[in-house]
């Protein structure tokens, strides 16, 4: 089981969500209080980041293990 940390990359590179300042509401149906989950197991829930609305169109979502030092990272489209 690992931990992982979500981030979204805006059109010009900026990355959103890495900072308090980024994440700053309560959000409903939180996605990281789902618990813990095991191999082939889903989760869904709701992420709220700050970003900046021009860097919306072609934004990305990164999601990369959480204190991990291997440096993998997945990216998934917004739509």
């Known amino acids: 089981m690992a931990a992982v940390h979500l981030a979204i990359v805006g ?3 900026n990355t959103f969500g890495t900072s308090m ?6 959000t409903p149906d939180a996605l990281a209080s789902t618990g ?3 191999l082939d197991e889903n989760v869904s829930g709701n992420v709220y980041v700050s970003m900046d609305s021009n860097q919306v169109d072609g934004a990305t979502i990164r999601i990369e293990e959480s204190l991990s030092f291997e440096g993998t990272q997945a ?3 917004l739509y």
Do not use: N, Q, Y
């Open 11 to 13: 059109c010009a590179g």
């Open 75 to 77: 990216f998934c489209a």
């Open 21 to 26: 300042d980024d994440c700053c509401r309560m």
């Open 36 to 38: 813990e989950l095991f």
